[in-house]
Nanobody, 123 residues
Framework: QVQLVESGGGLVQVGDSLRLTCAAS????????MAWFRQAPGKEREYVGG????????LTADSVKGRFTISRDNAKNKVYLQMNSLKPEDTALYYC????????????????WGQGTQVTVSS
């Protein structure tokens, strides 16, 4: 059972940056592909990006490509989402998720989830 805790959200201005952190409890953290999703009010949960177990491959959604970067530190059991040039449409509750195997882009393919951290981008 993997427990995930996100942190780093907040209220920022357009164009600002934030770095989200997801801390995992699992000692075998490196066995899991990790992903970030987000959900805005009234909308479906949206894939933001994922990172392979070894960290050598990331897959980022087109909506954030070039602005958001995912990385991980397996020694610290953490995955990060660096968000630059934030826009109002990035406002959402951001979740990290874990699964064994490969990166997937659908939420129902991830059995482990954190509680989310709110990101609000004000114009």
């Amino acid at each position: 059972q993997v427990q995930l805790v996100e942190s780093g959200g907040g209220l920022v201005q357009v164009g600002d940056s934030l770095r989200l952190t997801c801390a995992a409890s699992e000692r075998t953290f490196s066995n899991y592909a990790m992903a970030w999703f987000r959900q805005a009010p009234g909308k479906e949960r949206e894939y933001v990006g994922g990172i392979r177990r070894s960290g050598d491959l990331t897959l980022t959604a087109d909506s954030v490509k070039g602005r958001f970067t995912i990385s991980r530190d397996n020694a610290k059991n953490k995955v990060y989402l660096q968000m630059n040039s934030l826009k109002p449409e990035d406002t959402a509750l951001y979740y990290c998720a874990a699964r064994s195997g490969r990166i997937r882009t659908r939420p129902n393919e991830y059995p482990y989830w954190g509680q989310g951290t709110q990101v609000t981008v004000s114009s």
